[in-house]
Structures are given as C-alpha cells and as structure tokens.
C-alpha cells in the first residue's frame, strides 16, 4: 500500500503533515510519498530522528488556501496538490490525502482522475458518530453547492457502496436529510429527490431530520452540499462553544481538584468533540472521483493527518474505486447535464 | 397587555400550556386568555389552587400535529389557534403564543391577520446565545423552503428591525449564512442575495460560516428556511448526544460524587443546551405577520410556554409590528410574486 501525501496541505504544513505521515508510516505499515518542495519537505523531515525513511517527491509549487482554485490550477502545474494526483494517474500510489484547499483537492482530481462512470458530481463524504453502534455517512458536506435531484440519487448509491465495502455494513439504510419526517415535506429538492430514491436499486428509509442523524436511524443520509456544510460547521461551532464554557468553569480552582475525577468523562466528552470536528475524524474521501482521494481539514494536526491516512489506506484496501466502478453504472443512473 | 394563549397547543397540552400561562400571569404581571375547549381548560385550571384568575375562551376543536395545516384550517374555523389569531385581529389582545403546529400557527395568522406590507413571506426568527453578550437572530428556521434572493433581504430588515426595536441593538450587524467567508462562495440563491443586501439600507457584514454564528460575528443572520430549520436540528442533536454522554459518565458512583462539585458547571452547560433546544429559549416570533405571534416548541414544558409568554409580551410591548409596518415598505422592498 502506497499513499502519496501532500506536504504542503493544511494551515500547519509542511510540519504536522510530516509528523503524521510519520506516524502512518509507523502505525499503518503503509508507505508514504510525501509531495513537496524537496529540500524543504527534507530539511522537516530530517528533524524527525530515527523516523522510518519516507520517500519525497518534488513538487515546488503551493496552492495556498485563499487562491482560487480554477485558477490556481491553470498557473500551478507543478503544485505539490496537482503532482501527488499524478502518481495515482500513473498508479504509482494506491490513494492520496491532501489537507488543502478542498476545492483545489476536487479540481486537480476532476482534471487528473476524472469521474467514475455513472457519476456527474463527485460528493465529499464525512463519517459522523451516532448513539448506536453504527456511524452514519454524511453526504455532499460541501463539494457541490446548488445539487439536483439525480445528484443526490448518485450521492445516495455512492455512500450505500462506501458502507457496504469500507464499513462493512450489509444493506446500508439510506436516508434523506429534511425539515420533518412526514411523507411531503421538504424543498422542491428532496421531494423530487425522494422520488428517485424510492425507485433505486436501494435501502431507502425516507426523512431523516437532522437531530435524528445522531441517533443512528440510517447509515447513509444525503443532502445538497450547501446544507451539508452549514450542517456540520453549525454543528462544530455549537460543540466548541459548548467546550469553552466547561474550559470556563474548570479553570477555577474547584476546577483544578475537579480535573482528577473528570478524567474518563472528559475523554469520552473530548472523543464525541473529535468526531464531530473534522480536523479529527480522520478526513473526507471524495466520493465518485476515480481514485482514491482523501481531503482532510485545513487545520489538521499530526494526529488528524495520520487518521485521515488512514481513511485513505482503508478505502485502497478494500478497492472502494473498483466497487464504485463496478456498481455505479449498473445501477439505472445514467449520467445527466 | 393581553395576550392569548393557545391551550390546546403542543404536545403537553393542555397541562403544560395552563401550567406556564398560570407562571406567566403571576411572574410577567401580564392578563393571559386562555383559548380552547372551554369545560376541559376549566378543568386543569381548578386543579391549580391560588392561581390568578385567568380568562377562558371557548374553542371546541384542536388542530392536531399530524395534520396537514392547510386541510385542518379549512375544516375546524373553531379551532384553538384560530379563535386565538381572532381574538388579535379583533385586537382584544396584543398578542398570540402558540405551541402548536407551526404551519397551522402560520396559516392561520396568514388569514386571521395577513402580512405586513413590504414583506412576501414572513419568517420563523430564533434567538440563538453567542460567546459574547449579545445573542444571534437567526431566520429563516422553517416557515419557508425554496426561498428567493428578495425573501431574505425581507428576512434581513425584519431581522434588523427586531434586534433595535426589541433587543435594543443599534445598527445590528447583518450576515447571510454561507459556506465560507469568501466573497463569491455560495450557493446561486446567496449569491444573487448578497447584492441586494448590498445595496440596502443595512449594516451588512457579508458572509457568515456556520461555525461563527456562536461567535458573535452578525446580530442578524439570514438564509432560507430549509438550510436554517436544518442546521437548528443538527445542533440540537448534537448537544443533546453530547448530554447523554455526560449522563451516562455521572451515572457511576464516582459520579455522584462529583455531582457537588458539578453543580456550577452543570447550570452553565445546561443553560446553554436550553438556549439552543428552542423547548427551552422561550419561542420563536413570526416575523412579518401583521400582528404578534410566537410558536413555541411543541415539546414544550410550563417554562417554555411562561418563556414564549414573555417573549409575546416583549415583542408587543416594543411595538414591533407597528416597527415594522412604519420601516419595510420605506426599505426600498417591494413584494415581488
């Protein structure tokens, strides 16, 4: 298993991407290309003493994260973004995970992947915690703004197929996110949506309202991306500040006697935060590119990074791209404008 | 100030209902009506000993959740949300509180009371804490899916004009909410509404990430309903799987123990799950309604409802409609179809 890795992706690159190519390297037995300007990438890695020897690869231009992507593209061939692509092009590596722009991510996938057949939009897919034992995969969470029905369809079959070969799960229920339960209710979007779903070669079990994705009434639950992303952001924006308060309170000196017996309910608490947060729940795989691409967040640390390298290892190994490949097409979606 | 209160409304009702309009009398100084089937209010009201004496109106039929609004409104003209959106227009009292169906609540003050004019589709407002001392209007969260550009430059006068009328913020901060803070990002819908926010007599600060609502960056945020009624529920379940959580650890014998210490920390918390569960944040006002009427949660409890009471009685005494009837049609608004 090769995974190439941008090094020069993330408010904290090229330092926590290294550190936690490292610790993928170490942890996974998986072997890392890191993607970068190479004296640079080096000099980082030389830091590292007695780290397993990873493999660089030049890349000496950078996407930075305020340029916009379209453009960034054309100008920047040789970006270290645009390069990692290449190797899996040229199959040289089995997946990549960048910690970039997650639109330049998407560009440079789109121009050097391409789509797999049967798929118009490729989606970006988080996996979120629920009350069950069972996660549930939240999709489009921000590639594709101003979705129709059929995209949320290919949404719907790509995170069943994702379930079913990644997590396991047999016969993923699959669900909508809207505004109520009932039969009926929703935008012009989700009705017409609904009807498609309800045809699919699929488990599909109707309305899910958003304060139920956490208790685990379906495995996969899609959505337009614009409501996808405000979704999860409000959602880590509550959480945050939720966590400040109880920062708050145990900065007091009660707070400090308090640390002792709070310690396994603070981890948990700490836990459900990290995987809410997607700087920590291990990186988004773009659903429908042809390859393996793992986007994690901007502000990943060398923990995060290594989990999001992960993701991609998991994807790779269960050959997620061949399944999609195989299922995608035959499943009565035919590509549309 | 006079306010009638729907009996029959929510999931508690009539208990709960009778049990906050009681709290709210003795604690608000304020005269309730309480409208619904005369004999059954009558009733629960008895089994309150020293209450204040509060006024009953008779209104045999109750509207129930499962039913479609539009069908309910047409066959029950004697229905407890009706008689109570009449006895407005009348103007026996200066305001509503419902804890009923929101569409029905809706409906029913559309054609009891009609919109103000300048305003096309009234809104559902929530009231959201922040970080910093002044709390965030949110609105849309659920009256209106599939909005127009113009619908939320109507919600951001409406917005503005009920943070200085009620909440007495001086030039409020305007924001759309969007998926990032770049100008250009969004989806076609905040695209086409940001130029018009532009343009109009507002202090609009652009664009605001879910993530920053709790921040305290806009006194005002707008987006349509579907996304806001969408990101509400998210974040409630989200903190309300992280509060299981914490039940779950407290449960323990160490737990107990610290329940002691926990007490402080544990009112924050809690008052900041209330804020957000909108059981709790005393209900959201109907903006753009000609007239003052509040829906509650319908799973609210005999706090909730004194808390919406309040929230009626605010709103009424502030003069909002009369706010809003002088400043939206000056705004340069026009109702467009």
């Known amino acids: 298993m090769r995974i190439a890795v941008d090094a020069m992706g993330g408010d904290y690159a090229p330092e926590a991407v290294v550190a936690g190519a490292i610790a993928a390297a170490r942890d996974l037995g998986v072997e890392i290309l890191l993607v970068g300007p190479q004296a640079r990438v080096r000099?980082?890695?030389?830091?590292?003493?007695g780290a397993p020897p990873l493999e660089v690869v030049d890349a000496p231009e950078v996407i930075e994260m305020h340029e916009p992507p379209a453009m960034a593209l054309r100008r920047k061939k040789r970006a270290s973004v645009v390069v990692a692509i290449e190797l899996l092009r040229e199959r040289a590596v089995d997946a990549v995970m960048t910690a970039g722009h997650t639109g330049a991510a998407m560009g440079a996938a789109m121009l050097g992947l391409g789509r797999i057949p049967g798929v118009d939009r490729p989606a970006l897919a988080v996996v979120l915690p629920t009350k069950t034992e069972r996660p549930a995969i939240l999709l489009d969470v921000g590639a594709n703004v101003d979705c129709k029905p059929h995209h949320l369809l290919q949404f719907a079959l790509m995170g069943s197929v994702y379930a079913g070969a990644v997590q396991g799960v047999a016969s993923p229920r699959v669900g909508i996110l809207n505004i109520g339960v009932e039969e009926g209710k929703g935008s012009e979007l989700t009705l017409a949506a609904t009807d498609l779903l309800r045809q699919a070669a699929l488990n599909f079990v109707g309305n899910v309202e958003a304060r139920d994705v956490f208790n685990g009434v379906a495995d996969v639950i899609v959505c337009d991306g614009f409501v996808g992303n405000v979704a999860i952001k409000f959602g880590q924006g509550l959480a945050l500040a939720i966590r400040d308060i109880v920062k708050g309170e145990l900065a007091g000196l009660r707070g400090k006697l308090l640390l002792f017996y709070l310690t396994p309910l603070a981890g948990r608490v700490r836990r459900m935060y990290r995987r809410i947060d997607?700087?920590?729940?291990?990186?988004?795989p773009l659903l429908g590119i042809d390859g393996v691409?793992?986007?994690?967040?901007?502000?990943s640390n060398a923990r995060a990074?290594?989990?999001?390298?992960?993701?991609?290892?998991?994807?790779?190994?269960?050959?997620?791209?061949?399944?999609?490949?195989?299922r995608m097409p035959h499943l009565g979606v035919?590509?549309?404008?």
């Not at 035919?334 to 404008?337: E, G, K, L, W």
Request: hydrophobic share 45%; no cysteine.
């Open 334 to 337: 035919t590509a549309q404008p």
């Open 43 to 49: 000099d980082v890695l030389a830091r590292h003493r």
């Open 293 to 299: 691409v793992v986007v994690a967040h901007g502000s």
């Open 278 to 284: 997607y700087r920590e729940y291990g990186g988004a």
């Open 305 to 326: 990074i290594r989990n999001a390298i992960r993701v991609a290892a998991e994807a790779a190994s269960h050959r997620l791209v061949d399944q999609l490949r195989s």
